[in-house]
């Protein structure tokens, strides 16, 4: 069974649309992370969390909220989706802690996300 | 702020052949660690190999080795006797050591074709 697996796969939806997508992870780890995959532009951080308690802002955090519902669940919400959040989206986990392997992260196999 | 830049976006090696992939980078920071991560069509990100800056030695992954030069900010990526499965997108991150920020830094990616 796979360690970090997201939810839906894949789906499409319509402009001003309330959508969620879901991760989940049995790796044990505390930190989570959701990444957003546009062509050519490599990945880009959307919001990460450290702990339950702990939710931060990426580098593109607008028109997009989250939730930390467990320490194994972490949930990526477009209240009002447009059609430039068109995107491939990763969820991610790594242990806490500052050595190199604790410091690595591990992604799940993604949501393939279309706004028409 | 921290850039990492992979100069090629596609590459084609024959098959059991070597090739190398680069990637430089740019940051202030002494401590830091560097991934490279490979995107097969499934579209999953998998790790391939990791680098913490303060160890001299290049790390290997059984065909997979670096050349990093932590003064040249330069960390690429060989890897030897190319197989088929090994065609994908390869990207380079770089993680900033410790610190509050949760974000993996991409380059945009470099496309690896293997030619039978």
């Known amino acids: 069974d796979a360690d970090v697996t997201q939810t839906p796969r894949n789906r499409i939806t319509k402009t001003g649309k309330r959508i969620m997508l879901e991760c989940s992870q049995t790796k044990g780890h505390d930190r989570m992370y959701w990444y957003r995959q546009d062509p050519g532009l490599g990945l880009r951080l959307i919001y990460y969390?450290?702990?339950?308690?702990?939710?931060n802002k990426g580098e593109i955090s607008d028109g997009y909220s989250v939730s930390r519902q467990a320490q194994a669940k972490f949930s990526l919400s477009l209240e009002s989706a447009i059609p430039n959040q068109t995107a491939l989206y990763f969820c991610?986990?790594?242990?806490?802690?500052?050595?190199?392997?604790?410091?690595?992260?591990?992604f799940g196999p993604g949501t393939r996300l279309l706004v028409l | 702020a921290q850039t990492v830049t992979q100069s090629q976006p596609e590459m084609s090696v024959q098959e059991a052949e070597t090739v190398t992939l680069s990637c430089t980078y740019d940051?202030?920071?002494?401590?830091?660690?560097l991934f490279w991560y490979k995107q097969p069509p499934s579209r999953q990100m998998i790790l391939v190999i990791r680098?913490?800056?303060?160890?001299?030695q290049n790390a290997t992954e059984n065909r997979f080795s670096v050349n990093f030069q932590k003064a040249a900010k330069s960390f690429s990526l060989k890897i030897s006797d190319s197989q088929l499965g090994d065609a994908a997108m390869y990207f380079c991150?770089?993680?900033?050591?410790?610190?509050?920020?949760?974000?993996?830094?991409f380059g945009k990616g470099t496309k690896l074709s293997v030619k039978p």
């Open positions: 991610a986990t790594s242990e806490s802690g500052l050595a190199g392997y604790q410091e690595t992260q591990y």
């Open positions: 940051t202030s920071e002494s401590d830091y660690y």
């Open positions: 991150a770089y993680r900033r050591y410790g610190g509050s920020q949760g974000n993996l830094i």
């Open positions: 680098q913490e800056a303060y160890k001299q």
């Open positions: 969390s450290f702990d339950v308690k702990d939710i």
